[in-house]
């Protein structure tokens, strides 16, 4: 019974959660210009979003359409609330009651929490204001968004249970439950281990099959980087069918010879090649979240790898594909 009432409140957070990303991304394919005019220079700090409720900051030069926060406000935020949950412990084992808790300090960090799962940092949680601020000097370090989100929507459940379980005289429970925020934040501020964005990888996308959080531990790309990821959205703008490969990969060569059994014309990019593998290869990282050879590029878009590429093919959609984004296929039969 619990299990089935906890998927079903996943399924519905996270329902709209990607309704959000997915209007975010719609806006992003609207502009005709790569550099889109939602997307912002990552290299600094920011405190305005555009728009400001947008949960987070397009990039310049990161996946296009998703959207990020910067971990170390995050982590500032963290030890602020980490902070307030010791003065809750405190009242809560010397007060006789604890209304301070009921009517000040539990609002304020549920709205906060609240706030943050729905807007992001700024400008509507007090919390990530502050923490945006005191983060305002190092170089920031940009994670996604979304399961960050998640996890403050769990973090809004907990600090209603405290709230509830204090209203109640449950004060033994209430303080386990903030036991357990203090244990939560500290770990955060100081480890940089979320809890709801690890449940996000390993519990609701294996149930719901979600998009899995692929650059939850990346840190920001080198300024090198940056330039490769412009070089590849070039590439795959000026060609339509590019095949980012390695010679040496059987894969590669399997998705290659595909490709010429059918005719297409197509760009190779052989990373051993280039004089700097490692930049191009961490440049498709971050526009596609693959790590592996052979990424192939339809239209400007990554479909994938060598298998993903037979599928398409078994599946008879890849002639269509080609023939749609105007590569030149002599041998495809539609």
């Not at 010791?86 to 009242?91: E, G, L």
């Not at 009651?97 to 992001?120: E, N, Q, R």
């Not at 399961?147 to 459940?157: I, N």
């Not at 439950?177 to 294996?206: Q, R, Y």
Request: hydrophobic share 45%; with cysteine; aromatic share 10%.
């Amino acid at each position: 019974f619990f299990r089935d009432k906890f998927l079903f409140m996943a399924q519905v957070f996270v329902t709209s959660s990607h309704d959000a990303d997915d209007d975010i991304e719609a806006r992003t394919r609207e502009s005709s210009s790569p550099k889109d005019k939602l997307a912002q220079d990552g290299t600094k700090s920011l405190f305005w979003t555009k728009p400001w409720y947008a949960l987070g900051s397009q990039l310049k030069g990161r996946t296009p359409g998703e959207i990020y926060m910067n971990e170390n406000a995050v982590r500032a935020r963290a030890g602020l609330l980490n902070i307030t949950a010791w003065v809750v412990f405190f009242i809560l084992l010397t007060a006789e009651k604890p209304l301070f808790i009921a009517y000040t300090v539990g609002p304020l960090v549920g709205w906060d929490m609240l706030a943050a799962s729905i807007f992001g940092l700024v400008p509507l949680s007090p919390y990530g204001v502050l923490g945006t601020l005191l983060a305002w000097g190092p170089k920031p370090i940009w994670k996604p968004a979304g399961p960050k989100r998640f996890a403050w929507a769990l973090g809004v459940g907990m600090v209603t249970a405290c709230l509830v379980l204090g209203q109640f005289q449950q004060r033994t429970a209430a303080i386990a439950v903030n036991i357990v925020c203090i244990t939560l934040t500290w770990m955060e501020a100081a480890l940089g281990f979320c809890l709801g964005c690890w449940t996000w990888n390993n519990v609701i996308v294996p149930l719901l099959g979600k998009k899995k959080c692929t650059e939850c531990n990346m840190d920001v790309p080198k300024q090198g980087t940056v330039a490769r990821v412009k070089e590849v959205q070039e590439i795959t703008q000026k060609h339509p069918l590019v095949v980012f490969s390695k010679t040496f990969c059987p894969h590669c060569k399997r998705a290659k010879d595909l490709l010429q059994l059918l005719g297409a014309e197509f760009e190779v990019v052989e990373l051993d090649h280039t004089d700097d593998k490692d930049g191009y290869a961490m440049a498709l990282v971050e526009l596609t979240g693959q790590k592996t050879v052979p990424n192939i590029f339809i239209g400007g878009k990554s479909i994938g790898g060598a298998d993903d590429t037979f599928n398409l093919h078994n599946e008879g959609k890849l002639c269509p594909l080609l023939v749609q984004v105007g590569v030149p296929a002599s041998n495809c039969v539609l």
